[in-house]
T-cell receptor, first 117, second 112 residues
């Protein structure tokens, strides 16, 4: 089975440009999460969706960040305009619910490494 | 109340030794404590998890020890191998809750 698929794997852009990161969750998973990882702050939850609906976006750093999930198999994280401090690895993760004894294990993609010059 | 404190930040262990990583939490409502393992260039992956109805869980060379009264839990890696070199994250949540609170990570290096 394919895991969580993220694109692009690497993105280098200049300050002020728009950046769009993409994620395809595992089929059948009903929750999707966007995390940001930096050396200073570790893994930070930015936003998560349940059944394509944004549930908690309190981790989104500011209005420059937005996320959408138009259907169960696709999500985007957009940064506009980008700034050097946005440089990080952005991870998408998905999971099923915990009903029926499921563990609710988070499955992460391989991440998108963003560098803003 | 939502923090999970993890130590040490980095750890070097000789091959065959025991690696120990510690975490402490504040929210007494937390009842699910997973550990994630991350290799360079990869996303974190679930390694082992425990719920507080037991004080210890073992899977192969990996053991979680849990102390509910102290609000602490730890990961022990027995007979550490170079292939165990990775970053380890502890986490905590209320089981069934969507949000995991992660520790800051421990970079483990196993030297020959």
């Amino acid at each position: 089975d394919a895991g969580v698929i993220q694109s692009p794997r690497h993105e280098v852009t200049e300050m002020g440009q728009e950046v769009t990161l993409r994620c395809k969750p595992i089929s059948g998973h009903n929750s999707l999460f966007w995390y940001r990882q930096t050396m200073m702050r570790g893994l930070e939850l930015l936003i998560y969706f349940n059944n394509n609906v944004p549930i908690d976006d309190s981790g989104m750093p500011e209005d420059r960040f937005s996320a959408k999930m138009p259907n169960a198999s696709f999500s985007t994280l957009k940064i506009q305009p980008s700034e050097p401090r946005d440089s990080a690895v952005y991870f998408c993760a998905s999971r099923t619910g915990t009903s029926g004894g499921a563990t609710g294990e988070l499955f992460f993609g391989e991440g998108s490494r963003l560098t803003v010059l | 109340q939502q923090q999970v404190k993890q130590s040490p930040q980095s750890l070097i262990v000789q091959k065959g030794g025991i690696s120990i990583i510690n975490c402490a939490y504040e929210n007494t409502a937390f009842d699910y404590f997973p550990w994630y393992q991350q290799f360079p260039g990869k996303g974190p992956a679930l390694l082992i998890a425990i719920r507080p109805d037991v004080s210890e869980k073992k899977e192969g060379r990996f053991t979680i020890s849990f102390n509910k009264s102290a609000k602490q839990f730890s990961l022990h890696i027995m007979d550490s191998q170079p292939g165990d070199s990775a970053t380890y994250f502890c986490a905590a949540t209320i089981f069934g809750n969507e949000k995991l609170t992660f520790g800051t990570g421990t970079r483990l290096t196993i030297i020959p």
